[in-house]
């Protein structure tokens, strides 16, 4: 018969995923897995595989956290004021009680930028290219944009956003907004 677990899953993906957003993958040790989730390692093996599942699990629980943000967004209808918005939107994310500064997402594709890993790679591919068509689809709403300049803006506009994610783990606020509403003098 096996063994009920003596831990809510949902839980300890939260506080996993709070270690890989401070520390990254590769200087989070299955030691500090260990000791945050407060489970063993047999039970982090068990459900989760291994360091990399635990990883995945946390990518996945991050997205659902910000989904509301990104819903939002989406759904926005005013353009590049949306895309403003979603940038002071995202460094609330990072000043919220709990959270880590930066985006861990941005932060793990920093991370795994030059590696092999192709399921992380995948994801981050993934999310890089919708965060672009959202920019795309918001600047396309300026009919006197031609598709050079939209294509330029969101290609800026993504560079821009993985900036503003560094920015908050080191910068003030004030700091912050003025690189916001700079990057948006540009635009």
Do not use: P
Request: proline fraction near 0%.
């Amino acid at each position: 018969m096996a063994r009920k677990k003596q831990y809510i899953e949902e839980e300890v993906i939260d506080k996993a995923m709070h270690l890989f957003w401070k520390n990254g993958y590769e200087n989070t040790s299955m030691q500090m897995l260990e000791k945050e989730m407060g489970i063993n390692k047999f039970s982090i093996y068990s459900s989760f595989g291994n360091k990399h599942g635990v990883f995945i699990e946390s990518l996945k629980s991050y997205k659902a956290k910000t989904k509301a943000m990104f819903d939002n967004f989406k759904n926005a209808k005013n353009g590049v004021e949306d895309i403003k918005q979603f940038f002071y939107d995202s460094v609330a994310v990072c000043h919220q009680k709990g959270n880590e500064k930066g985006c861990l997402v941005t932060n793990t594709y920093n991370e795994f930028s030059e590696s092999e890993d192709e399921l992380i790679n995948n994801q981050m591919t993934s999310f890089m290219d919708n965060l672009k068509n959202l920019f795309i689809e918001k600047l396309k709403m300026d009919s006197s944009k031609d598709e050079e300049t939209i294509l330029k803006e969101a290609n800026f506009l993504v560079l821009a956003k993985h900036g503003l994610a560094a920015a908050t783990r080191v910068n003030n606020k004030k700091e912050i907004e003025d690189y916001i509403e700079m990057t948006f003098k540009n635009i």
